[in-house]
């Protein structure tokens, strides 16, 4: 341990040079292609670099999709939200969203909910979301540009994602733009580098506007907390 402020400061300088390659040939052959955001997260990376490097991984993610051309969905008396996201079951992410989608707004909003894993993935958690959306989806197994169809003929308005580039996420489907007001919230807690992605909806104390210009999303300032939820209670099978 004598030695790991000195080893620390030449990872974070590798890591620095490495992204600044990248950014100048955006080749996508080196450290960008391997090392994403989620695990940049706690290599002790100061915000602007964080920023930088998440650019870069977009850019070279998005360089090869295929984009279709959407229509986006006419607003009318009802707005449908939807929310993507790995996690709707016994994961943390789960735990504190079960409660949101049962306490819309029925008479303003309709909810979807499309969840990146197959139906055997279900558990009670799973279970206890679906019976507080309107629409409840599992689309796991089906590529991006299906998700995203998926999506887009469903009309859906906001779209809000709750797994960032953490685990079994999808964030090509959101590179398509299938709805006209793209979000992240909760699942994550940086930038996803991303002009598909409109707001990032968080709190002064998560996220203070002193930071904000680290994200390429416009802060979405909620009044109060970053999520209502009741304490866990619930006991892993």
Known sequence: WETEEHHHAELINSFSHAFADDVKAATGTTLANHVGPFEL????????????????????RQRDLVYPQFEMPPIGDIIRVGYVSADMNAHAVGLLVRDLFRHHDRARFEVYAYYLRTEEHQDAISREIASGCDHFKCVGGRDYQAIARTINEDGIHILADLSGYTSSACPQVFDLRPAPVQCHLLGYPGTLGSLAIDYYLTTRTYTPPAIASHFTECMAYLPEVNIAARHFGYERP
């Open 41 to 60: 997260l706690g290599t002790g990376l100061d915000l602007p670099q964080l920023k930088q490097a998440t650019e870069t991984f977009t850019r070279i």
